[in-house]
């Protein structure tokens, strides 16, 4: 059974560093992509990033500058994926999921926001809070 666990969520000070994995166990599938979605507060479920099995990546435009993403699949039993974010604010508050898809590439890296439907695994998420 494919499970996505997340790591590194809690409290980060306002302009302050986030660092988020992902491990993906389960099965020796390589995803097409990895990536993260994140829900706020009484707010939709939005896009933040993915990255593709051949290193392609998609931000979100309003991340776009203060977010890295990278993917470790040299355990092809258990795949990585890492999320860095710097300069947080109280906007960054939400639910972080995991999420990991298997369709075509092209799927992942042709649509600035790239529909959930696309994605067949999701993490159980968690919590991280920007708040002094």
């Known amino acids: 059974q494919v499970q996505l666990t997340e790591s590194g969520g809690g409290l980060v000070q306002p302009g302050g560093s986030l660092r988020l994995s992902c491990t993906v166990s389960g099965s020796r599938i390589k995803f097409n992509a990895l990536g993260w979605y994140r829900q706020a507060p009484g707010k939709q479920l939005e896009f933040v990033a993915l990255?593709?099995?051949?290193?392609?990546?998609?931000?979100?435009a309003a991340v776009k500058d203060r977010l890295t993403i990278s993917r470790d699949d040299r355990d092809a039993a258990r795949n990585r994926i890492d999320l860095q974010m710097h300069a947080m604010t109280h906007e960054d508050t939400a639910v972080y999921y995991c999420?990991?898809?298997?369709?075509?590439?092209?799927?992942?890296?042709?649509?600035?926001?790239?529909?959930?439907?696309?994605?067949?695994?999701w993490g159980q998420g968690t919590q991280v809070t920007v708040s002094s």
């Open positions: 990255v593709t099995s051949n290193g392609a990546t998609n931000v979100a």
């Open positions: 999420v990991a898809g298997q369709r075509s590439k092209r799927h992942y890296t042709d649509f600035a926001n790239p529909p959930t439907s696309y994605y067949d695994y």
